[in-house]
C-alpha cells in the first residue's frame, strides 16, 4: 500500500498582516470557510489562530476562538489544532489559554526563543490598512519570540490533563535536542509530531541540504518514535513540501506559512495551496491521510472528546 502523507493547513496566523493580501482569512466567518475549504481539499489537520474582526489583529482570547471552531466541528471531521504560538508579541500565560481551555486533539507548541524576523516584508508592502500593521511588522527588527525551558513546561504542565499532542514546531537544529530534553524528562510522549520550519528570517535556511540535516538529527534522536512534517516560508513552502513528501515526510501548507502560490501571483485561498500540495504528493505516488487516518499515526484522543 501507498504510504499515507498529512496535510496541514495553517489557515491564517499571527505573520502576515491584513493589507497584504485581500485572501487573508480575518473574521470568524471567513477563518471558518477558510478551514473547511482546506479540509474538502484534502488536509487532514487544520491549524488554527483567532484575529479581530475589526481589524485583523492577532487574538489570542478564548473568546476569538469561540465563534469558528464549532462551525469547523460541526461541518468537517479534520483534526483542529490551536496555537499556542499566538503571536511574538504576548506572553505564555496568554498563549496558551485557547488550548488550556478547549482541550483540542493538537495544539502547537514552539521549541525555542528565536529571532522572528519579518521586517524585510516592508521591501514588498507600503501601504496598511490599520496602524497596527507597519509598527508590528516592523518591531520584529528588534523582538525576541520568547519561548524559554520555563515556558515550554508551561504549555505542557498547564495541558497535560487534556490529552492534547502537540505539534512540535522546530526552527533550528537546536530545537530537536531541546524536545529530546522534555523527552527525556516525561514531559512529551511519543509519538511526537515534529513539524520543522525552514526559510523564517532567524531559522534555520530552506536550502536542501537543511532540509535533509533536520531530518538526519530528528531521526537520530527519534528513530520510529516521531512523524516528520515540513513547512516552508513564503516561495520555499511547495518546493520544500516536495523534498519532505519525497523524504517520509508530511507537510503544512496555508497562508499563515506563505500567501503565495507562485512568483508574484497572490494564492486566492488555503484550499488552493492545499490542492497544490496534494498534486505533488499523489504525483509521487502516495495518499493523502484522512483525518482518522492522521488520529491514528499521531495516537491523537478523538474529535469527540474536545471541550467545543
Known sequence: MARKVII?????????????????PVTPEE?????????EAGAAIVHLHA??????KPDQTP????????VVKQRSDCVINITTGGAPTMLVEERVRPAAYYKPEVA????????FGLYPMLNRFKEFKYDWEKPYIEGSRDRIFR????????????????????????YDIGHLYTLAHFVDRDLIKPPLFVQSVFGLLGGIGPHPEDVAHMKRTADRLFGRDYQWSVLGAGKNQLAIAAQAAAMGGNVRVGLEDSLWIGPGKLAESNAQQVRMARQ?????????????DARNMLSLKGGDRVNF
Open 63 to 70: 473568546e476569538a476562538f469561540a465563534p469558528f471552531l464549532q
Open 147 to 170: 519561548n524559554t525551558f520555563a515556558d515550554i513546561e508551561y504549555i505542557l504542565t498547564t495541558c497535560a490533563e487534556n490529552g492534547t499532542r502537540f505539534e512540535i514546531e522546530c
Open 8 to 24: 496541514t493547513c495553517a489557515v491564517t496566523g499571527a505573520i502576515h498582516t491584513p493589507s497584504m493580501s485581500p485572501h487573508l
Open 108 to 115: 502547537s507548541l514552539n521549541m525555542g526563543s528565536m529571532n
Open 280 to 292: 505533488i504528493i499523489e504525483g509521487l505516488g502516495l495518499e493523502i491521510a484522512t483525518p482518522d
Open 31 to 39: 477563518i471558518a470557510e477558510a478551514a473547511i475549504g482546506a479540509a
Open 51 to 56: 484575529r479581530d474582526p475589526n481589524n485583523g
